[in-house]
């Protein structure tokens, strides 16, 4: 079983890591901005999601938003206004 996958381009690079399982994205403009993404499921899904549709054109910022865990915030036996 392969441990890393890799894809980038002039603008970014995108590395899966099987164990412990992440996904970090470096600015390949500016190497001081890595961002990590870690522990919550399917993440080797999303991955390859992002490799389907992985071009030329992509940076940073816009690789950052696709793996970015969709949360929202919940208010718990919040008052009624």
Same mark, same amino acid.
């Given at each position: 079983?392969? !441990?890393?996958? =890799? +894809?980038?381009?002039?603008? +970014? #690079?995108?590395?899966?890591?099987?164990?412990? &399982?992440?996904? +970090?994205? #470096?600015? @390949?403009?500016?190497?001081?901005?890595?961002?990590?993404?870690? $522990?919550?499921? $399917? @993440? !080797? &899904? @999303?991955?390859? =999601?992002?490799?389907? *549709?992985?071009? &030329?054109?992509? $940076?940073? !910022? &816009? *690789?950052?938003?696709?793996? /970015?865990?969709?949360?929202? *915030?919940? +208010? @718990?036996?919040?008052?009624? /206004?």
């Amino acid at each position: 079983m392969q !441990k890393t996958s =890799t +894809v980038s381009n002039a603008h +970014v #690079q995108v590395i899966y890591q099987l164990v412990p &399982e992440m996904v +970090v994205v #470096q600015n @390949l403009r500016n190497m001081n901005n890595q961002q990590p993404f870690a $522990g919550f499921d $399917g @993440l !080797k &899904e @999303l991955f390859d =999601t992002y490799c389907d *549709s992985f071009n &030329e054109q992509i $940076g940073y !910022k &816009e *690789s950052c938003d696709f793996f /970015k865990p969709n949360i929202q *915030s919940l +208010v @718990l036996n919040a008052p009624a /206004k």
